[in-house]
């Protein structure tokens, strides 16, 4: 997972989370393609929030721009 909160020196902005229909519509997949990403390690991992899974939005910005430098997915 990613580093999801600010280091002393860094703006006070807090991290962008999203949800699993926020994250299906962004790449334009569904939510069973991502799951199945996900148990195959090929898809960052989520976080729990109470009750909720969420997306670090840095998480999957970070996974995009690898994918789009030629890494696996």
Known sequence: MGDHFPR???PDRLPEYL???RVS???GV???TLYS???QGRFPAPVKL???T???LSDLEKWLEEK???GAA
Do not use: F, I, N
């Open 19 to 21: 949800s699993v229909a």
């Open 54 to 56: 969420r997306w670090c």
């Open 37 to 39: 990403w996900l148990s």
């Open 25 to 27: 519509a962004m790449l």
């Open 30 to 32: 569904g939510r069973s």
């Open 8 to 10: 002393s020196g860094s």
């Open 68 to 70: 789009a430098q030629g």
């Open 50 to 52: 109470g009750r909720a």
